[in-house]
């Protein structure tokens, strides 16, 4: 028996479709196989389709790499996500597009390990446990000690590393995770003090005494990409952590004078950091500056310290054009100045402790908080008669931790560093010589810009949490068993532990009795997150099964933001440890913004969490989220307005499959930003809405029982809208495959939603219904089995970007007996040049196009959609006059016409209206009758006028002088071929005009 089931794919449908869906609870048993021997569900619920697959596809293997298969493996390692909380819609965009890769590539073949992992995030999670510690116990890490703090930050990764996972599972993210890492995991620590030895040894990594980010809140060194700049363009009040309710000023330059010694002479400084005069230790001049010739080799007197403080010459510093020519050197706490004090041999006077306070070389100042020193220098020196000015300085940047909002302090700290000019020139040569292709290409100039000018890599962090260094100092008898603050670096021993160390000690300091006192400090995350795509397969164990089979990694996908901060230490890294590029291809993504363009700040109150856009949440709720963090209550105020504003109903239930495809659908090559639009992830909600309809519509028709046959019909038993929905499924294959392959996303997805929407439902389907009440088995049969091929591809098709929808509607759909048990291990479509079939695309244009023109026409007159007129066409073209005939009840059918004929003679038959259909023929409707002549001779009138227009501008653009030769011969032709059209357009509206007043 064939059943028949009314397609619902019409708009008024889906947009009555409620935005919530009745509360689902999940039946299935973890792992086990979702029961979809149930008819559909009558509406699309994603919680309900995105259940229980997730889990069955893990338990079934799915996506577990083979390092003893065949098939040629494809390697691609997710960036590790910062275990310190949530993933948010940066981390959606990464995996939505890997996840995209990664399934396409294993249903073309390929042994594909996509490689999860976490990263221990060694600042932001002490930071996070520190704060917890502080409001659930009262307590610091102080209090409890390096070993127990680290026992709390263990407990605290237990519970919310897990919450990442679910989130993963919730996106769909298929991902081998029996081979999950996490950068603090025992074998990658192996790798991590490994790498520092090998590094060590090779002296690419080396102890020294250098200006450091110093973070005052934290007590330790930060990277440069942990420091944001603001730029002040006037004299700016801001709080300063540490400091209390209090602020200060910034945007401003202070002048002050310096007493030249045994002289009623000065010099005066200009400074944005006044504070940083109490470590100054010389001024300097250009030499051939007039103004202070008769002061080469003199002294200044230091109004606070006793310190003489002589007038250098440095015409590398100074600028005699700018500000009063002299210059304050203050060699510990500014890098320009650092470089000064070496080329002087000055002295490098440190003025900070480690919390930002003034030490005991800052007279009367020491023990103030560094910015209420700035005010007491500054009071003193009025109080002494040597201030002379405050001025606005605009474009100052102001240097901010991101971790503390602290404001950071260049100091001079004993770290160890990597010297990174080789390993960068071998990143520069991969990419010039195309070793290492980063796509988009725009991105090479960046990586070159960095490469090229790259400086040594600071890599101690003044923290617990992370990898302790493995390097020992040796004291000697008699000294204090404790690293002194003036350090012998030839006194460091460098090995994997401390007995292996205690063994190099001995070599290197025969004879001596001495105690090895281990570094206190970790390893930047940088460090061990640039080992991420070896030490996660055995390295340094080279031989290691996954190490041969896996690395080098194929890919590395992440956001442009991190291109030189991790993509090139993981290159230099990789070059360095295993002479191999870690990866061949770099391709960069976006970074997600509001839809307004704003970056995602937690006090504006944008950032999304996906699991919000998957399951949906009131305003309500997000509001209680916002009171529920750690935003000052100014901040949760300023949030909640903006929430209200962006989101005022809440954001809808969208489901995993909308969010990813809207997402890929951004994500074009070159793109900086994406301005997400929750509405349009709601739009692909409804798309899978289609989807649904559709598969239900397709079960229906072909019938219980059906057997989807294991070859496809011949093309000369298929109709005409058969052969061309067949080629117009092959040209969205091949469209979906080359966009694939070259990044672009956008397209790849809009091949596959054009294809399904456009001419898979608002065509094929529609045509479709006539066959099948048609009562033809034969015709019936092969329209089937199109069906069957074209929703199969189709599901095949989107299932990278959609994976739990096209799993849900395929299961159900009928098989062929080589059917895979999924649809994920399913060959994935791919282009058939036999099934490009021109000429059935060309006949079943002039069905579309006449049948489009006839819906218009039906439109524009008001005629309600049961009526359906006659219909004549009158060819002008060739092909028109060939394919009519042919076609007269597929145009009846799409055009929701009544009888369709040929109007040979081109003549208007009595009682109809007419449109063009473009150049090629005029359709006319018998609408005598029917329709309000009044207003349809108006509508022609005002379209008559409006050809008018565009003509006599045609006429004008083609009267310049010397049109003939300035114009190029190619626009001259599409000029003179538009003018014929819009002129026989017009007449043909004429004519019509003229048979409505017949009508009368």
């Not at 338990?59 to 494809?74: E, H, L, Q, W």
């Not at 919450?163 to 620590?189: C, H, P, V, W």
Request: aromatic letters at 8%; a negative charge.
């Amino acid at each position: 028996t064939r059943r028949i089931i009314p397609a619902t794919m019409g708009k008024k449908k889906d947009a009555a479709e409620p935005a919530q869906a009745e509360v689902f609870v999940n039946n299935t048993p973890k792992g086990e196989k979702k029961d979809v021997n149930e008819p559909l569900a009558a509406a699309y619920n994603p919680i309900a389709v995105e259940s229980a697959w997730d889990d069955w596809w893990q338990a079934s293997g799915y996506y577990k790499a083979d390092n003893t298969s065949d098939k040629p493996p494809y390697v691609i390692m997710l960036p590790p996500p910062n275990v310190t909380g949530a993933l948010h819609l940066g981390h959606a965009l990464t995996v939505a597009i890997e996840d995209t890769i990664v399934r396409w590539r294993r249903m073309q073949g390929h042994n594909v390990l996509w490689l999860p992992g976490q990263d221990h995030a060694g600042i932001s999670t002490q930071v996070v446990v520190e704060k917890r510690l502080a409001r659930e116990q009262g307590i610091s890490r102080h209090d409890l000690g390096r070993e127990p703090f680290i026992q709390e930050v263990w407990k605290w990764k237990e519970e919310y590393g897990s919450r990442i996972s679910s989130q993963l599972g919730k996106l769909g993210a298929s991902l081998d995770y029996s081979r999950e890492a996490f950068t603090m995991d025992d074998n990658l620590n192996v790798a991590v003090r490994t790498a520092f030895v090998r590094m060590y040894d090779s002296k690419k990594i080396y102890r020294a005494e250098r200006l450091v980010n110093w973070d005052s809140q934290l007590k330790s060194a930060v990277s440069d990409i942990e420091v944001d700049h603001i730029t002040l363009e006037k004299p700016t009040r801001m709080r300063v952590p540490g400091h209390g309710d209090k602020t200060y000023e910034f945007g401003t330059l202070i002048e002050f004078a310096y007493k030249v010694e045994g002289s009623d002479d000065e010099v005066v400084i200009a400074t944005t950091r006044l504070e940083t005069m109490l470590g100054d230790t010389a001024v300097a001049v250009h030499p051939e500056d007039p103004r202070y010739t008769h002061l080469h080799g003199k002294f200044l007197v230091h109004p606070f310290v006793e310190r003489r403080i002589p007038i250098i010459l440095d015409a590398e510093l100074v600028d005699m054009e700018f500000g009063t020519g002299a210059v304050k050197v203050t060699p510990a706490h500014d890098p320009n100045d650092f470089k000064t004090g070496k080329r002087h041999e000055l002295p490098f006077i440190t003025i900070l402790n480690d919390d930002g306070t003034m030490n005991d070389k800052c007279a009367q100042f020491s023990g103030m908080r560094r910015f209420d020193a700035r005010l007491a220098v500054l009071q003193a020196l009025k109080d002494m008669d040597l201030y002379r000015d405050t001025k606005p300085n605009p474009g100052m940047r102001v240097p901010i931790s991101q971790r503390t909002k602290d404001i950071i302090e260049p100091m001079l700290k004993p770290q160890w560093w990597v010297d990174c000019s080789e390993m960068a020139a071998r990143g520069v040569k991969a990419v010039r010589e195309g070793e290492l292709k980063i796509v988009p290409a725009q991105y090479k100039d960046t990586w070159f810009n960095w490469l090229e000018n790259i400086r040594d890599w600071c890599i101690s962090r003044q923290l617990w949490w992370g990898h302790r260094i493995p390097a020992w100092y040796a004291v000697f008898e008699g000294e204090a068993e404790e690293i002194p603050l003036q350090e012998d670096s030839s006194r460091w021993v460098v090995s994997m532990s401390e007995e292996s160390a205690t063994i190099a000690a001995q070599e290197k300091f025969p004879g001596q009795s001495f105690k090895l006192i281990r570094d206190e400090d970790v390893l930047d995350t940088w460090f061990s997150s640039g080992l991420f795509p070896f030490s996660t397969l055995g390295w340094p164990d080279e031989s290691a099964a996954d190490f041969t089979k896996f690395y080098p990694n194929h890919l590395l996908e992440t956001g442009h933001d991190i291109l030189f901060f991790w993509v090139a230490r993981m290159v230099m890294m990789g070059l360095e440890l295993t002479d191999k590029l870690p990866f061949d291809t770099v391709y960069l993504h976006a970074m997600v913004r509001d839809s307004h363009g704003r970056k995602m700040s937690k006090s504006l109150g944008n950032v999304i969490d996906p699991m919000d856009v998957i399951e949906g949440i009131s305003l309500k709720a997000l509001h209680e989220r916002l009171e529920q963090g750690n935003l000052d209550p100014r901040e949760v105020e300023k949030a909640k307005k903006g929430q209200s504003k962006d989101f005022p109903k809440g954001i809808p239930q969208c489901g995993s499959d909308a969010l990813r495809f809207a997402l890929c659908s951004y994500s074009v090559p070159g793109l900086r930003d994406i301005n997400l639009d929750v509405l349009r992830i709601e739009g692909y909600r409804h798309f899978c809405n289609k989807l649904w309809n559709a598969t239900k519509y397709a079960i229906g028709n072909l019938g219980e029982g059906y057997q989807a046959p294991e070859q496809r019909p011949s093309i000369d038993s298929m109709q005409i809208a058969d052969k061309w929905i067949i080629s117009r499924m092959n040209a969205a294959v091949t469209k979906a495959n080359d966009s694939l392959t070259n990044w672009d996303f956008t397209n790849a997805t809009s091949a596959m939603h054009s294809f399904f929407i456009y001419e898979l439902c608002d065509v094929y389907l529609e045509w479709s219904k006539g066959v099948f009440t048609g009562g033809d088995d034969a015709k019936i049969a092969v329209s089937r089995a199109v069906l069957w091929e074209c929703l199969d591809t189709s599901l095949k098709l989107m299932h990278p970007v959609m994976p739990f929808v096209t799993e849900e509607l395929w299961q159900r759909l009928p098989k062929r007996g080589s059917a895979q048990p999924s649809i994920m291990l399913e060959a994935y479509p791919a282009a058939n040049p036999d099934l490009v079939l021109t000429e059935a695309e060309e006949h079943m244009k002039v069905i579309l196009d006449s049948a489009r023109v006839a819906r218009q026409m039906k439109d524009s007159l008001g005629l309600k959609p049961k009526s359906r007129p006659d219909t004549f066409i009158a060819p002008k073209s060739d092909i028109f006059r060939s394919v009519l005939p042919l076609v007269l009840d597929d145009i009846s059918l799409l055009g929701n016409v009544g009888a369709v004929k040929v109007q040979e003679d081109g003549s208007q038959p009595d009682g109809c209206g007419m449109r063009p259909i473009g150049d090629q023929a005029e359709c006319f409707l018998l609408i005598k009758g029917l329709v309000d002549v009044e207003a349809e001779v108006k509508t022609l009138n005002k379209k008559v006028a409006a050809h008018e227009k565009k003509i006599e501008g045609m006429h004008k653009q083609m009267s310049i002088p010397n049109y003939e030769t300035k114009v190029p011969e190619n626009v001259r032709q599409a000029n003179t071929e538009k003018l014929a059209t819009l002129t026989e357009e017009k007449d043909a509206m004429l004519r019509s005009i003229q048979q409505f007043e017949a009508l009368r």
